[in-house]
């Protein structure tokens, strides 16, 4: 069983920067890979990123690829999700999983309960 809590989110400017982090309790948690999703109102939850149980590959949505960075600390049962040059695009509820390593959200077992990202324009 693994828990997660996600935090970091906020209001933000266009360009500008969040980090989002995601903790997980539950010894099993390096065994996982973790992604993050994201929900925007009246629209369906789309892949942002993804990385490895190691930590040594990771994926990216077209959208936030070279904008985005997820990385974890298996040591801290921790994921992070670096945003860098916002866009009012990006706003959205993010949720980190647990899972395995894929873009589908079917294969995700666990779910943090989500943290708010606004960007204004």
């Known amino acids: 069983q693994v828990q997660l809590v996600e935090s970091g989110g906020g209001l933000v400017q266009a360009g500008g920067s969040l980090r989002l982090s995601c903790a997980a309790s539950?010894?099993?948690?390096?065994?996982?890979?973790m992604g993050w999703f994201r929900q925007a109102p009246g629209k369906e939850r789309e892949f942002v990123a993804v990385?490895?149980?190691?930590?040594?590959?990771?994926s990216y949505a077209d959208s936030v690829k070279g904008r985005f960075t997820i990385s974890r600390d298996n040591a801290k049962n921790t994921v992070y999700l670096q945003m860098n040059s916002l866009k009012p695009e990006d706003t959205a509820v993010y949720y980190c999983?647990?899972?395995?390593?894929?873009?589908?959200?079917?294969?995700?077992?666990?779910w943090g309960q989500g943290t708010q990202v606004t960007v204004s324009s």
């Open positions: 539950g010894r099993t948690f390096s065994s996982y890979a």
């Open positions: 999983a647990a899972g395995s390593y894929g873009s589908s959200w079917k294969i995700y077992h666990y």
């Open positions: 990385i490895s149980w190691t930590g040594g590959t990771t």
